[in-house]
């Protein structure tokens, strides 16, 4: 298969994790004899800093003429510590999902065996969770009117959602859930919010499409405490824009990182993959940021076009280092491993798996036991 490939690494430790994530794109297409064609653009505080525009046209274009984008991630602490700045890095993000039809967002929540014991929640809670968030990415309080007044004393956000938003996901959750335990669980406020009011209404009808799935309500403050508490009752989450960037943060914890967290943003002809992090400015540059959720997007890019076995060999090669505990030291502190290495590790196990099957540790350097 022959597939053009937008990659935008953003800012922070985007331009790092992106490249691991493009080495097992490239070991992938080296065995499996595919082509990966990968053309770079910039995004967010890096394009502000060269164009003045967090998403420029040349950027735009590439995305909308691709089959995949892979991304990496977006924001500046310049920006974020400037609350009067008005062209922001986040805007550049918002303005593609847009201008690509993006609506859907899908998460996969499901620890790795062997890092249960990473995570702070306790291994009998966690062990066996298994559920998916869809959130909505098109509309409410990120995308509607915003207000200040003259005087900057009283701002407003105006949230609002149509039918059709809310149809089009609920569609995508309940399909999803029949291929799985067919159950969905609907996060709202509708005790408060007119929109949680419709999308309940609007869910519940289309719950009568889908007899085979058990449809469940939850107020979001509750879900907070559920997701921590009894995760394993999760099957597929269904979810509006904030309430699902908030809970999508929230879930990580169960994963043991955030840096484990990938996903796949979903429109009627383009797609998007990316980890969930965010760019982690601290660890800019210093070889420690956690590349498995990048590794595990293109995962997510390559089973979106139907390529399987190829997708199961990232997944084979990320068990093979947690399990030899070639990980970066968010998931332990004691590892001598850096984002470059892990990643290699990753690329040279998808080329080769015997050459790692007597890979140690504890005495054997990742350059020393395997060749790229």
């Not at 850096?338 to 590790?345: I, K, L, Q, R, S």
Request: proline share 3%; net charge negative.
């Amino acid at each position: 298969m022959n597939l053009k490939i937008a990659v935008l690494a953003g800012d922070g430790i985007g331009p790092e994790v992106v490249l691991q994530a493009m080495k097992a794109l490239n070991a992938t297409a080296l065995m499996f004899d595919h082509e990966f064609i990968f053309e770079e653009a910039l995004i967010g505080a890096a394009a502000i800093d060269k164009t003045g525009k967090p998403l420029p046209e040349q950027t735009l274009n590439l995305c909308l003429n691709t089959e995949a984008v892979l991304f990496g991630a977006i924001g500046d602490l310049k920006y974020d510590n400037d609350p009067e700045a008005k062209i922001r890095p986040e805007q550049g993000l918002f303005q593609l999902r847009n201008a690509l039809g993006l609506f859907a967002n899908s998460k996969s929540i499901k620890p790795y065996e062997g890092l249960l014991s990473s995570s702070p929640l306790k291994k009998e809670i966690i062990e066996g969770t298994d559920f998916l968030i869809y959130r909505e990415l098109s509309g409410g309080i990120y995308f509607d009117e915003k207000t200040l007044s003259e005087d900057g004393k009283v701002a407003t956000d105006l949230c609002k959602y149509t039918e059709e938003q809310i149809l089009r996901i609920a569609h995508l959750a309940f399909k999803a859930a029949q291929k799985r335990n067919n159950i969905v669980t609907l996060i709202d406020k509708a005790n408060v919010l007119e929109t949680s009011r419709l999308w309940r209404k609007v869910v519940t009808e289309v719950s009568k499409e889908y007899p085979s799935v058990e449809l469940n309500y939850l107020f979001v403050d509750n879900a907070a405490k559920q997701i921590v508490a009894k995760p394993k009752q999760f099957d597929v989450i269904l979810i509006e824009n904030l309430f699902g960037d908030i809970l999508s943060e929230v879930a990580s914890v169960i994963t043991g990182s955030i840096g484990m967290l990938a996903s796949s943003s979903i429109g009627a002809s383009h797609t998007l993959f990316e980890p969930v992090h965010g760019t982690f400015h601290q660890a800019k540059g210093k070889n420690i940021a956690n590349p498995f959720a990048s590794i595990l997007s293109a995962a997510l890019l390559l089973e979106h076009f139907g390529l399987v076995k190829e997708a199961k060999k990232i997944h084979e090669a990320v068990e093979k280092a947690i399990a030899l505990k070639v990980v970066t030291t968010d998931l332990n502190p004691e590892s001598k491993f850096g984002t470059n290495e892990v990643g290699d590790f990753v690329s040279n196990f998808i080329l080769n798996k015997q050459d790692l099957l007597y890979f140690n540790n504890d005495n054997v350097s990742i350059g020393q036991s395997t060749i790229v």
